[in-house]
């Protein structure tokens, strides 16, 4: 089946981890998608993954003034539309204890979290109310929702994401215009190499999960924000979706 057949969405942070498992749902419901990551070696092999798909790289610094206009113009140019945004890019300097959290690493979490969130929201807003509506899916975190030790900017740079979710939800809902978050807790290239460091700490952690194990990105955190994308959602904004095993529960 391709419920996405047709549609155009743009992710950020495409080349690896949660990112890039979206891009694989994504192409497999049928989706176009501009694949945009700062990491240009690291987004040209994963574009290689996908010659056989509709999938447009886009090598972009969210951080750069004036980015986000221009991310979503080569999606319009690419496609001739853009149905969907998906705001996965994240960086961070942590962990580091909440006391020796510097300006810079702030700022890091800041500018490419919730600034480019919020820019790229405003950038596409436009295309969406012309053609009629569009869904926005921005990527939140435990860590902020229920707070993690050492993730003091990190947790903080996902809250504000996800307060602006709530707002825009509300106010574009009449031109049918869905903002949702997913807050995912998943198997990514950073949590491998934590479990390489540190097994003991990581099977106690895994353990902890409800459900046993953390998400595969493409099998169990993906296909949610796809549904999020989709028409099966067509009543759903503002939300708050825990993509975490059960870990969280919602607060």
Request: charged residues 20%.
């Amino acid at each position: 089946m391709t419920p996405l057949a047709g549609r155009a969405v743009i992710v950020t942070g495409a080349a690896r981890g949660v990112g890039k498992g979206i891009v694989i749902a994504l192409t497999e419901r049928g989706a176009s998608v501009l694949a945009v990551d700062r990491d240009a070696d690291l987004l040209g092999a994963t574009a290689a993954e996908f010659a056989d798909h509709p999938v447009v790289p886009l090598v972009a610094d969210l951080r750069e003034p004036g980015i986000a206009r221009r991310i979503v113009s080569a999606a319009t140019d690419a496609f001739g539309a853009v149905h969907g945004l998906v705001n996965n890019a994240i960086a961070t300097n942590e962990p580091k204890p909440f006391s020796e959290i510097t300006r810079e690493d702030y700022d890091l979490v800041f500018d490419v979290g919730p600034r480019a969130t919020f820019e790229l929201m405003q950038a596409v807003y436009p295309v969406f109310v012309e053609a009629g509506g569009g869904s926005i899916v921005n990527l939140g975190s435990g860590s902020g929702t229920v707070g993690l030790p050492m993730f003091g900017a990190y947790g903080a740079a996902k809250e504000a994401i996800r307060g602006m979710s709530k707002v825009a939800a509300l106010e574009w809902g009449r031109r049918n215009i869905r903002v949702n978050v997913v807050c995912p807790y998943a198997e990514t290239e950073s949590i491998r190499a934590w479990r390489e460091m540190d097994s003991r700490t990581y099977e106690r952690t895994v353990r902890a999960v409800p459900l046993g194990r953390l998400g595969d990105v493409a099998t169990d955190i993906a296909p949610v924000v796809c549904f999020l994308l989709g028409d099966d959602a067509a009543f759903v904004t503002g939300q708050t979706i825990m993509a975490d095993g059960g870990t969280a529960g919602f607060r």
